[in-house]
């Protein structure tokens, strides 16, 4: 597999499975921008492609704010002249009964997880057009397809970025294609917390139980999907929802 030439923009770069993206990306010879809020870890994860021979920069801002999205666009078209690769990872998550979770918690999850994967795309696309096409690969979770307990918020808008995918690959085909990565526990920072309970507890093992696979998963564990929707390999392949969990949905 070959991205030499490829232009990429990872959201959520800096830590978990974006900062996964963004290394296997480089490594397979694509240039690499990574956005998000903190700097200090977009600026690690550039350092990091950097060291295994990678070229990549960090552009820090916000996916809610358009100029910061604008920003990002900007770079890449002055630095790189093209865009050939949209990974829209970056996303937040809540855990809260229905009846006791906010308008402004709902609103705040809605900007973050849903809005900026509708706005983000917008502003890119028209320079992958310019590109000659492209793949855009939207980060969901396999709340997106399944419900889940004290979790609606998250699940209403993981839900949303799946049939988001689908419509913005009708309209958007066939110079670039749509898909959707839905992963289940991913250990990343956002997932850290609860597995320190689960071991905490002693109930790691049992979470592990759940899955065929026997185990959860790590971001490396997403980047063949990613970079398989990434290249030529899947050049047939648009409003795909592609579950990354394990084999937990085996169950339900």
């Given amino acids: 597999m070959n991205l030499e030439g490829k232009v990429a923009i990872v959201t959520g770069g800096g830590t978990g499975i974006g900062k996964g993206a963004a290394m296997a990306l480089a490594e397979k010879g694509a240039r690499v921008i990574v956005t998000g ?16 021979g990678g070229i990549a920069l960090a552009c820090p801002g916000d996916v809610t704010v358009r100029a ?23 996303g937040s998550a809540l855990r809260k009964p229905f009846l006791e979770t906010t308008v402004d918690e709902f609103d705040h999850l809605y900007r973050i997880d849903l809005r900026s994967v509708f706005e983000v795309s917008q502003v890119m696309v028209p320079l992958m057009q310019e590109s000659g096409g492209g793949s ?19 699940c209403a808008m993981k839900g949303g970025v799946v049939n988001l995918t689908r419509a913005m690959a009708a309209d958007l085909g066939p110079a670039i ?27 790691m093992d049992r ?46």
């Avoid at 749509?178 to 002693?202: F, K």
């Fill in 177 to 203: 294609r749509v898909n959707c990565l839905c992963p289940s526990h991913i250990i990343t920072p956002m997932l850290q917390g609860e597995i320190d309970r689960l071991e905490a507890a002693g109930k």
């Fill in 68 to 90: 910061d999205i604008e920003k990002t666009r900007d770079l890449i078209k002055s630095e790189w002249g093209r865009l050939d690769i949209l990974v829209n990872n970056a």
């Fill in 207 to 252: 979470l592990n139980r759940l899955f065929p696979m026997k185990r959860v998963g790590y971001p490396e564990d997403m980047n063949g999907a990613i970079l398989f929707f990434a290249s030529d390999y899947s050049s047939w392949l648009t409003g795909n929802i592609f579950l990354v969990d394990g084999g937990l949905s085996c169950y339900v």
């Fill in 37 to 52: 809020r903190r700097s200090g870890p977009l600026e690690e994860t550039v350092a990091e492609i950097e060291q295994k």
């Fill in 136 to 154: 855009i690969i939207n980060i969901s979770s396999i709340l997106g397809v399944l419900g889940a307990y004290q979790s609606t918020a998250y």
